[in-house]
């Protein structure tokens, strides 16, 4: 008699569960196991900064019930190493056939973590009195945490300091024309903009900024983005490059997978939804002995105020970029290319637009064509 297949997943997020269902959508009868230090059952990221932060939502957790996945979830467990088939927790060893490793990614923080982050649900929770009048919240990091988190501040009629040490909001992914666009619908919102400086010194209630500006707040939340989770791997001879370092198809080592914010595939790290979902769908395949190519292309949005931002593509900031005003009711788009060919598009409530697009991305379409059928 064959052995039962032992799946060991680390990370009871969303990429986690996802392998997980994807296993037994696939047919799989492996033994699995998924193990999450968090100690609620998954739950959905993306509504912390906007729904449940403004209180007008309860969280969403990804899954009414866990009998019918017939998996053993291990909640409250933390993953502390790594050996020979064998994942080493502080509940005991788990021995494995494959792993697959979906720790995500935490937040940076300022040094001596004066402030709050968001990334859990306890985080949000923490952080949701502080959206209401007469609050005031100093934003460290204008990047899309940072930006929703202003824009669901001002929903609430809390005042909102942004600061960043870069010329504008999501510069590094969106480039200096969208970044402006997004400034001024923040400030439209009467968000208090400090761009180009940075963090002198900060204390709980109290953020010093290098241009001499002394913001006296009632909380900090610490926005500056977020590493891979992947310090329990130190010594573990998988490869920590920005993230576990994964061939194009998500496996990092003998039976050892990774997928989501934690993964960096061939170069690449994506800290989307929609990405994580892709490559647990992807490896779970791979797993099953049924491999799938994997070609998807990144997708995100962002909401902030009544706009639903959406990029489709992988544009680079420093990529040329046009804005057509779409549809029936002319929403902006941005265009992006490099060389003459389509690299992505970022759409402002355009996403029939944005979806419209996928196959001249995928194909690199040349952007001159792009444009006149848009403005045909
Ligand atoms: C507030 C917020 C808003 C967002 N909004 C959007 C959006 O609008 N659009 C979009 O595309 N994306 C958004 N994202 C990003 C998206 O939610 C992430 O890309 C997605 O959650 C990644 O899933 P993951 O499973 O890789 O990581 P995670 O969801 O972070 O899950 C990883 C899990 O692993 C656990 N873990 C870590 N280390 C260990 C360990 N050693 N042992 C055991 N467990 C461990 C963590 O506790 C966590 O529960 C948002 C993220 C946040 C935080």
Redesign the pocket.
């Known amino acids: 008699m064959v052995d039962q297949l032992r799946v060991v997943v ?7 569960l996802r392998v997980v269902e994807s296993l037994r959508e696939k047919g799989s009868e492996a033994s699995i196991v998924l ?4 100690a609620h059952e ?1 739950y ?3 509504p ?3 729904h449940v932060l403004r209180g007008d939502r309860e969280p969403m957790f990804l899954r009414e019930e866990y009998e019918s996945l017939g998996a053993d979830l291990r909640l409250g ?4 190493g790594l050996g020979d088939h064998v994942l080493r ?1 502080g509940d005991g060893d788990i021995e494995f056939d494959h792993l697959v490793i ?5 937040p940076r923080r300022l040094p001596g973590a004066p402030g709050l982050v ?3 649900l306890d985080d ?1 929770r923490a952080l949701s009195p502080y959206l209401s009048p007469g609050k005031t919240l100093g934003i460290v990091g204008a990047g ?2 940072g930006c ?1 988190v202003a824009a669901s501040a001002r929903t609430k009629a809390a005042e909102v300091h942004l600061v960043d040490v870069l010329d504008g909001p999501l510069i590094r992914v969106l480039g200096p024309v969208l970044s402006a666009r997004i400034a001024d619908l923040h400030r439209e919102h009467g968000v208090h903009l400090h761009l180009g400086t940075g963090v002198a010194s900060a204390s709980s209630d109290r953020l010093a900024l290098a241009d001499g500006t002394v913001l006296d707040v009632d909380v900090v939340l610490e926005a500056m983005g977020v590493a891979p ?1 992947v310090g ?1 791997l130190e010594g573990s001879g998988l490869t920590l490059d920005n993230g576990v370092r994964c061939d194009a198809g998500g496996r990092a080592g003998d039976g050892v997978w990774a ?5 960096n595939w061939a170069g690449v790290r ?7 979902g892709e490559q647990a769908a992807t490896v779970a395949a791979a797993i099953t002995g049924v491999p799938v190519t994997h070609e998807a292309i990144p ?5 902030q105020y009544d706009v639903k931002l959406q990029g489709l593509g992988s544009p680079a900031a420093d990529d040329d970029v046009v804005i057509v005003d779409v549809g029936p009711r002319q929403r902006p788009l941005a265009v992006y290319s490099r060389d003459g060919r389509l690299t992505g598009v970022v759409g402002f409530s355009a996403g029939a637009a944005v979806m419209k697009l996928r196959q001249e991305i995928a194909d690199g379409a040349p952007v001159a064509d792009v444009l006149a059928a848009l403005a045909g």
Do not use: N
Request: net charge negative; proline share 4%.
């Open positions: 680390v990370g009871a997020g969303l990429a986690g193990v999450g230090e968090e998954p959905d990221r993306p912390l900064s906007k467990v933390t993953a502390t927790t979906a720790t995500g990614a935490a968001l990334r859990t949000a899309l945490i929703e989770s329990w997928v989501g914010d934690v993964a994506h800290e989307h939804w929609t990405s994580a997708y995100w949005w962002s909401d």
